[in-house]
């Protein structure tokens, strides 16, 4: 008897914890302004050999920006989903013109006259943040935020589209590989300090599928930095309820 007490008790006040408004980010809206660093490749296309095992296109690694803007929404005590767009830069290149050469009965080489150039790529997806110091924390204007992320989203390269080359990563390359989309997924975990309660930094570390070419260069890790703004919208009926 005792012992259901006890249980009653303890949920009653998990209840009253979870959905009081004081300690709740439910209405609350974040707009993140981040930036991280994406492998992508540098190719170059200096000929087409027929001998088998040889790879069409010699990758480079190179790094470049990934620009992203981020809105989430609390729909819950310790609950945000949001949704995210941004873009990237990667080098593409057309093929303008190709000749043959050929050096024996069993080998030819193609040469290829190409032309470089600089693409932008729209990127997007969704995520999901669980956030654990509305657990502990009951203030609204406490000034960390800590949260376990899971996201999903990809990238669509409009130039594959217009005759410019694809990389792949071998003679024997996979169908996928001929898409525009590509797509990254990953869980992980992030943060965020918070000055005059209302614009913060804000930093995230991820483990999954960050490169949208995965066959050539894998990234299983992503480190994600940035400006984050708080808008309270729970905070005014927290202090209104109190007051009351």
Known sequence: MHFKVLILIILSI?????????????????????YSLYPT???TMPFIESTK????????????????LNVNCGILYCLEIGTYM?????????VISFYHITLDSLHYMVRLN????????????????LHILPFIKTDTKFKWDLYVSAKYGGCYFISYKNGYSIPISSIHYHKDELYPYRHEYGIG????????????????FSFGQFSY?????????????????????????GELKTSL
């Open 86 to 94: 941004g873009f990237m830069h990667y080098p593409a290149e057309k």
């Open 114 to 129: 190409t032309e470089k150039s600089q693409k932008l790529a729209p990127t997007f997806g969704v995520n999901i943040n």
């Open 14 to 34: 998990f209840i009253n914890k979870c959905f009081s408004q004081i300690n709740s980010i439910n209405d609350r809206w974040t707009i993140n302004c981040s």
């Open 213 to 237: 070419w995965p066959r050539i260069f894998s990234k299983n890790f992503n480190l994600r930095g940035g400006i984050v703004f708080k808008f309270n919208t729970n905070q005014k009926r």
């Open 189 to 204: 975990i992030g943060g965020s300090v918070y000055f005059w309660n209302l614009v913060g930094l804000n930093m995230e």
């Open 53 to 68: 095992n040889q790879n069409i296109n010699t990758q480079r690694h190179k790094l470049r920006s990934n620009f992203r």
């Open 41 to 43: 490749y540098e190719t």
